[in-house]
């Protein structure tokens, strides 16, 4: 069974820094793209990075040079589980929001697993 459990959110003021965790359990993630996931009320679930298991990253615009993503996978293969960092820096007020991790595939990191785990609140406010 797949499961995701994130952690790290919290509430800073703008310019502040942050860093998302997730422990990914169920697969073994170190064969999937991995992304970090921005849901703010009324809006969909949309990426903010992502890594393949290439190592390649991307991100959203608004986000470059400001949050890093990076993973590390289990030397173990029979442990099926990894995690998954997002180092958030000059936190702004649109970085608001509740943050998600899943596997994620194509272009358009769609996610993989519905599993979703309960997320993470990053707040940012003066």
Request: aromatic fraction near 12%; glycine fraction near 12%.
């Amino acid at each position: 069974q797949v499961q995701f459990v994130e952690s790290g959110g919290a509430v800073v003021q703008p310019g502040g820094s942050l860093r998302l965790s997730c422990e990914a359990s169920g697969r073994d993630f170190s064969l999937y793209g991995m992304a970090w996931y921005r849901q703010v009320p009324g809006k969909q679930r949309d990426m903010v990075a992502g890594i393949r298991a290439g190592g390649k990253t991307s991100y959203q615009d608004s986000v470059k040079d400001r949050f890093t993503i990076s993973r590390v996978n289990t030397k173990d293969p029979d442990l099926l589980q990894g995690t998954l960092y997002l180092q958030m820096n000059n936190l702004n007020t649109n970085d608001t929001g509740l943050y998600y991790c899943n596997a994620g595939m194509g272009d358009t990191w769609f996610p993989m697993f519905d599993s979703w785990g309960q997320g993470t609140q990053v707040t940012v406010s003066s």
